[in-house]
């Protein structure tokens, strides 16, 4: 589940985690991990809310509300992925298919080390990309095998896809091919 926004509950007793359900399902009483951006604490999901009615589970494609007493509102922010412990990582550094849009539509050339912001499931960071050996640029409309290297580890796999901004404008978009282990 990507992380939409977090509430407080209850005077800061509890904490509920918004967002989409992508893949599996939660029921009351998981061990959920927040991932990625610094993540790494387990809270227990003691209610899950879908559009102001309470649900013992959610599944695939719902939004909703987890409620998790415990949880620190202040170390959670928006693009923390929670997943069952130990189902996906945090990478920051990634091999991947990139491809930009056509100029009239925004696209620039992109050389090697160009500062890029990467939009990843519900976060936004910074990252830096490096181009294949003999390639000096990648134009417009043009695609390339790249590694990025983002500010912050992100939860990441294989075939994750993203978009990317250069100089405040939508730039292309991407999939992640490998990971690269830090």
Do not use: C
Not at 31 to 52: K, P
Not at 102 to 112: A, F, K, L
Not at 132 to 153: F, H, I, M, S, Y
């Amino acid at each position: 589940m990507s992380l939409s926004d977090v509430f407080s509950l209850h005077q800061g007793r509890a904490v509920m985690w918004t967002g989409a359900i992508e893949r599996g399902t939660v029921r009351k009483g998981d061990e959920v991990e927040s991932v990625g951006l610094g993540g790494g604490g387990r809270a227990i999901v003691t209610d899950i809310d879908a559009v102001g009615t309470r649900v013992d589970q959610a599944t695939v494609g719902m939004n909703v509300g987890l409620v998790m007493p415990g949880a620190r509102v202040h170390a959670i922010r928006r693009g923390h992925v929670l997943a069952a412990p130990g189902s996906v990582s945090a990478y920051a550094h990634v091999t991947a298919e990139i491809k930009l849009l056509p100029e009239e539509e925004g696209g620039r050339d992109i050389v090697s080390g160009h500062r890029l912001l990467f939009h990843v499931h519900t976060a936004a960071v910074w990252g830096a990309v490096t181009l294949p050996q003999g390639l000096d640029t990648v134009p417009p409309n043009g695609n390339a095998t790249v590694t990025v290297t983002l500010d912050e580890p992100l939860a990441l796999e294989e075939g994750r896809r993203f978009a990317f901004r250069h100089h405040g404008r939508a730039a292309g978009s991407g999939t992640v091919t490998r990971l690269v282990a830090q």
